[in-house]
Structure formats: C-alpha cells, structure tokens
C-alpha cells in the first residue's frame, strides 16, 4: 500500500504527459521482487545478466537419464549374470531364507554400490571443478553442497538410485525355484523378448536422443553466427565512452583517429548492436491519430548507418547539409516501426509528423526508414526502433578498419586515446565478440552436451560390452558346432550381432519421435530457429547403431576366433 502512494503522489505526475488520462492509475505499479528470484529470470534492466532457466531444466534432465542409463546397466548386468547366483538363492532358500530377506539382501548390495559410486564421484569431482570453473566461468567448490538442502539431495539420490537399480534384480533373483536351481537348471524367466532387452533399448535411445539434441544444439548456434543481421560486424572495433570529458572532446579524438591509413570509417551512438537494452518511450504521429506510438530508440551521429553498412529503403540517411536535422526534431525508424503503423509502403511514411512526448515547440518529422536489423540477438524479435541524431555525446564509438589489422587497430586506438584522455583507462572489443558473447550460453550448453552424450554413450557402451561378453559365453558350444562344421568367423559375428543391431534400431524408432518432441519445444523459444532436418535423426540413428555395433563386435570377434576343439572340449 506505502508503494501505491509513492506512485500516485511522485511517480504518476512525471509521467503524466506519457500516459493516457483514462488508464493512468493502472498502467503503472510498483512490484516487489524476491532476490532468490533474480538470478534465472530474465528481466529488462536487471542488476546482472540473467542465468538460463532453460540451460539449467536440460542438464537436470540430462543427468538423470544418464544416471538412469547406468541403472539400467546395473539392471541389466546382475540378472544377466543371474545364473551365477542362483545356486546361491538355491541354498538359502532350502535352508530356510525368506524372499523378503533375500530381497532385502540384494537391495543392501545395490545401496552399498550405490555409497561407493557417490564417494569415487566426489573424488572425480574434486579434480574436474577447477576445469570446469573455468570453461563455465563459474566459482563453484564442494563446500556448496555443505548446506542441509543440498545433503538432503544427495542423500536422497543415493538412495532413490541404489532402490531402483536393485528392485528388479533383487525380486527377479530371489524369485528362483530351488529345486529346479539345485537339479542345474537355472531356475529363472525365459522369453524372446524379456526385461533386460527393455534395458537395452531404453539406454540406447536415450542416447541417440541425446546424439541428436546435440547436433540441433549446433546446427542453431550455427544459424545464429550465419545468419545474415542487416548490419556490418566484422572489422568492427567498439570504444566504450563513460567519461564525460571523452564525450565533451569526442571530435577532436575523432578527426585524429580518421587520419590512421587503417581507419576506413568512425561512427557513434548511445547504443551499438549487441546492446542488452534500450531505452523506449512515446511520440505522437499524424500515422496514428489520436494514439501514442510507443518504440524503443537511440540517438546516433552522422556516419552510423554509413560505418555499419545499413541501407535505407526509403528516405535519406542524417546529413550535415540540412540544418534542419540538428535543430529541429528528426527521425530515421525500422521497417518494424512502419509495419506497427499498418504501412507497408516506406515512402508514404517520409516526410509525415512525428513528435517526441517529451519534446518543446519541435515539429518532428521521418526523413528515413532503414531496413531491418538485428540490435538484439536472434532469439527476439526485431522490435520497432527509432534514431534520433546526437553528435556530441556519444556512449560507445564505432570504428571500422581495414580487413587484417585486429591487433594493430586496438593498439593504435589506444595511443591516440591516452593522448587525448591521458587520465581516462581505455577499453574496447570487436564487435564479432559482442555477438559471440550474445549466445555464450548456448554455446556452453553445446560443449557440456557433447561431453554428456559422450558420457552416455560410454557409459550405454559399458552395458552393452558387458551383455555381448555374458551372451558370447552362453553361446560357447553353438560356436564351436558351427565353427566346426566350417562356419567362417565373420559369419559368427554377424550371428551374434542381430540380436543387437534388431535391439538398437528398436531404440532408434522410439528415440526419434520423442526428441523431435522436446527439441522442437526448446527452438520455439528462439524467435530465429531453424526447423528440424530429418539427416540429423538419420545420422543420429546410424552413429548410435554404428557404435553398438562396433561395442558388440570388439567382442563377439574374440569369441568367434576360440579354437572349436577348446569350446567343445569344456562343455
């Protein structure tokens, strides 16, 4: 309530000339904000820049469908291997041991794994963080996981993975008959298709699905550093301007650095392209009767559009020839500007009255329409914008130089600055990295996907080696008859590998359909996106079958070359 008061009594009536008279009590409110809540929400004119929500859901998500896979291993695994236990369930069962117990019993061992596992990945942890802070430029240490919330999670993990990757081994186990274990036969389940095949096909296709998150994850890093902006990035040198006294003597820097043989073009603004943020207001157009025309702007010199190569589609650019440009108001808009007015055609707009709300005894007037740049990063929308001309007081200076010179114009730039401002610290960077610097995020997120999925590959691999070895053993005297009635190796291989490949292509048909899914959510959150093309299922597929292959073969090819007799004479 003490802030709706601080609206009406202070802020309302310095705005009044911008609002209308009817909604002026509701169209401005002051709303309070948890600090907590900063951090991953992307505001306009935040305290720091935003962290990503989205970056932040992915690798959630991408950790624990790794550390699913490796459950399913473990799944896999143990009731691959269950024949080796069951003489084991066998006789405690005959002498009295309840499922329960056994149960119990087999969930214990999944749990201590699963304690084992949490302190070897602490270990690992503690060498990988300083490596990892500095790809992520991140501070980040195991003290922060000293709080009760975060031992609270990590106890909770510990325990949820060593229940769910021992509940189907330990029930599947000790439901063993004894006297079919004791009589030598296995005791267990049978069919041509059973659980661990389920495994198999789960982990593998949340690989290829991570495969294929990672290459739409760079094919859209790609489009954005592709695509064209409507405006000149490289060769672009950009001088921050925060002192007053830079901007008082501007043009006296200005007119020397336009004597360096490398120096092509100067320009300056109160903001460049890349900017985080721009200021918006209102103005009052003769396009627009009786309505106020809000759009973002910044005020520009003579030489910007010239310095960053952006054309006009209608109109004229700011010229010193025309006083008027100086002393009265005038003003250069978008395309997105013109289309918010309903005009299509750029001519019908030149010329016409436009006032800024907070100008005095100004007629202004459009003189230009620019086409269409991007100001802002890909993944918004160009917005309406409009330029005002500024020649004294620029923000930021925009220098373009000649091709080949990156090293020799930031040194150049900065002796004629501490020749003109010698008490000033000089600043720069080129324009390519404001841009890369847009998608940092995206960037880092393609990297830590690609080590995942290279995680989860090796670690779906693990599984898969481990399944082949125990099935290559099962099949030990099927390969030697079949080597002995003159079955050649390659043949055995191929033998042992369809099972698997029939595995991975049933992965592949379920991996596909769910991450065009979820990858098609994630680009709808670019407004420049591109669409989904089908060689990257296809290429995802193939590499994921491709490595299975490869992981059974290693194998499966050691087994098809034992010697026949070998075989035969241990069964």
């Known amino acids: 309530k003490k802030l709706d008061v601080l609206v009406s009594e202070y802020i309302l009536p310095a ?27 992307d505001l306009m004119w935040g305290i720091e820049p935003s962290g990503s929500q989205t970056s932040v859901n992915i690798f959630s998500i991408v950790a624990i469908l790794i550390l699913i896979i490796a459950c399913f291993n473990f799944m ?14 066998g006789v405690r069962k005959t002498m009295g041991a309840r499922k329960k117990q056994l149960v119990s019993q087999f969930l214990g061992e999944s749990f201590l794994i699963s304690i084992f596992a949490f302190i070897i990945a602490l270990v690992l942890i503690e060498f990988i963080l300083p490596s990892y802070n500095l790809f992520a430029n991140k501070s980040l240490s195991l003290l922060s996981l000293g709080s ?35 009589k030598g036969r296995s005791g267990g389940h049978s069919g041509n298709f059973n659980f661990r095949q389920v495994l198999v096909v789960l982990q593998f296709a949340i690989s290829i699905m991570l495969i294929i998150g990672t290459m739409t994850a760079y ?69 627009l009767p009786g309505q106020t025309f809000l759009s973002k702007y910044y005020t520009i010199d003579y030489d910007y559009f010239d310095c960053y190569d952006i054309p006009f589609v209608a109109g004229r650019n700011f010229s010193k020839e025309f006083t008027s440009d100086l002393d009265e108001a005038r003003y250069i808009i978008n395309e997105a500007a013109m289309h918010k007015m309903g005009i299509r055609d750029p001519h019908e707009v030149i010329g016409k009255q436009f006032d800024y709300l907070g100008a005095e005894n100004k007629e202004g007037r459009i003189i230009g329409v620019v086409k269409d740049y991007h100001y802002q990063g890909l993944d918004k929308q160009i917005e309406p914008m409009v330029h005002f001309l500024n020649i004294d007081r620029p923000s930021f200076i925009s220098l373009k130089y000649v091709e080949g010179n990156d090293k020799e114009i930031a040194i150049l730039a900065s002796q004629k600055w501490k020749e003109h401002f010698p008490g000033v610290v000089f600043t720069s960077n080129f324009m390519e990295e404001r841009y890369d610097n847009l998608y940092v995020n995206e960037t880092r997120m393609q990297s830590t996907l690609i080590a ?17 070895t125990f099935i290559a053993q099962q099949k030990t005297r099927e390969i030697g008859i079949r080597k002995a009635h003159g079955a050649s190796v390659g043949s055995i291989v191929n033998l042992l ?27 709808a ?34 087994v098809a070359n034992t010697n026949p007799v070998d075989a035969l004479r241990y069964e």
Request: net charge neutral.
């Open 525 to 558: 959150s670019f407004y420049y996106r591109i669409n989904l093309p089908l060689w990257v299922f296809i290429a995802s597929g193939l590499i994921g079958l491709a490595i299975a292959v490869f992981t059974v073969s290693v194998q499966t090819f050691k």
């Open 76 to 89: 896999n695994l143990s009731t691959a291997m269950a024949s080796k236990r069951s003489l084991e369930v």
């Open 148 to 182: 009760a919330q975060s031992l609270i999670l990590l106890a909770s993990i510990i325990v949820v993975t060593g229940i769910f990757a021992g509940l189907y081994p330990a029930f599947y186990l000790s439901s063993f008959k004894p006297i079919a274990v004791l």
């Open 452 to 468: 995942f999925t290279i995680l989860a590959l090796f670690v779906a691999c693990l599984g898969l080696f481990g399944l082949a």
């Open 15 to 41: 705005f009044s000339q911008f609002l209308q008279a009817d909604d002026a009590e509701s169209s401005m409110k002051l709303y309070l904000r948890s600090v907590k809540d900063i951090h991953l929400c």
């Open 497 to 523: 590998n369809r099972v698997f490949i029939k595995w991975v292509l049933i992965a592949i048909i379920v991996a596909c359909p769910l991450a065009y899914y979820f990858l098609d959510e994630w680009l």
């Open 219 to 287: 094919l859209q890093l790609q489009y954005f550093r592709n695509k064209p902006l409507g405006f000149n990035k490289e060769n672009m040198l950009i001088i921050p301007v925060e002192s007053s006294y830079v901007k008082e003597h501007y043009q006296a820097f200005r007119s020397d650095l336009l004597q360096l043989p490398i120096v092509e073009k100067i320009g300056s603004s109160t903001r460049v392209p890349t900017n985080p943020t721009y200021s918006d207001t209102g103005f009052e157009t003769e396009l």
